[in-house]
């Protein structure tokens, strides 16, 4: 991992434990999963909210009263905009994306639960969905919340990783497989 990388990730942590315990504290655990909902969705829809948290041409100040908006048109929680403004304030919002997942983890770890990435030829029906997530609760043991996206150069088949652990049983690792197997051959 880059140093840089590292720091992020480092802060990220120490913010979404402190935010976590809090919330836990305080029994707004559902109030702060939608917040992170809220915030992703803004983050993966918003070139001018990526460029608010990301770019160094924003003083502190234009960064805290932006924040401050956002958060009460989003009608954030008061411990989520009150981390934003402490962020913007101490110039730490490019660490945002990192905090929102880490988030993520700290709730599904104390939920019990564990996410499962799985990588589609074609997006799965409910009914797969729910298979899938059936089969990956008897192999884990806690319950598995999905987190599906699509790559057609799969051909067919998924690829599946939980935790460490990583299945793929699509169609072009096999023809791979079976490349190599025939280079070796011939």
Known sequence: MSEPASISTGIAKRYATAVFEIARE?????KLEADIDALQAALSDSGDFNALIHSPVYTRDEQAGAISAIAQKMS???TTANTLALMAQKRRLFVLPQLLST???LIAADKGEVTAEVVSAKALTKTQSDKLAKTLKASTGKDVKLKASVDESLIGGLVVKVGSRMIDTSIRSKLNSLQNAMK???
């Open 26 to 30: 305080g029994k707004a655990v559902k």
């Open 76 to 78: 954030l929680s008061e």
């Open 103 to 105: 988030l993520q983890e």
């Open 184 to 186: 070796e051959v011939g």
